[in-house]
């Protein structure tokens, strides 16, 4: 019996005693051996947004808009702007109201366009563009179902001036380009 005894007494000390402390070393213990690890999230990116910076060009020239029309071609979709004899001078810039806009020279009143952006293109020394009551032949209103750009719209036509009104499905900044045979004024913007 003495044997035991002494493997008792070995025990109960290494435990810390029979005062209660086996249980407080114990919860040390288990507190060591699980510690708490906090996970720091990693940050989500916020997709900067791009802005078009106001954009002109074209001659000094006087010209008439002979027609506008716009498609969709793999890639992306674009607007056409033909005159007869020369591109005049244009300029786009964003319209800082979205898809609403405020009628240029002599139309006044307000316009909203299908989409979510917008542009405002204007372009200056022309001839008389249209006859009144008259249109391109396609039209000074046009819309598509198209990934990027929705809807473009003469919205005023006056002393020389027309301001035509964009409405793109996103925030989408055109490549702008002239062509001759006949002379245009190409905008394209990429598919979104």
């Not at 035991?4 to 040390?28: E, I, K, N, Y």
């Not at 288990?30 to 078009?52: G, L, R």
């Not at 000074?140 to 990027?148: F, V």
């Not at 009104?165 to 905008?187: D, K, M, Q």
């Amino acid at each position: 019996m003495w044997r035991v005894l002494p493997a008792a007494v070995l025990f109960l000390a290494a435990c810390g005693g029979a005062s209660g402390t086996a249980t407080r070393t114990a919860t040390q213990h288990t507190a060591i051996a699980s510690p708490t690890t906090s996970v720091t999230p990693s940050p989500v990116a916020t997709p900067t947004p791009v802005t078009c910076g106001p954009t002109s060009g074209g001659s000094t020239d006087r010209a008439r808009i002979t027609d506008m029309r716009i498609g969709t071609a793999s890639g992306g979709d674009t607007l056409v702007i033909q005159f007869d004899t020369a591109v005049t001078h244009y300029d786009i810039s964003p319209n800082p109201t979205g898809v609403q806009f405020a009628g240029g020279g002599g139309k006044g009143g307000t316009f909203t366009l299908d989409g979510t952006y917008g542009l405002r293109l204007t372009i200056v020394n022309l001839n008389w563009t249209v006859a009144p009551g008259n249109q391109y032949p396609h039209g000074t209103d046009l819309k598509q179902s198209a990934p990027t750009l929705l809807e473009v719209r003469q919205i005023g036509d006056f002393e020389g001036t027309v301001n035509i009104a964009i409405g793109l499905s996103g925030n989408v900044c055109p490549s702008v380009s002239i062509l001759t045979g006949p002379s245009r004024l190409v905008l394209q913007f990429a598919g979104a």
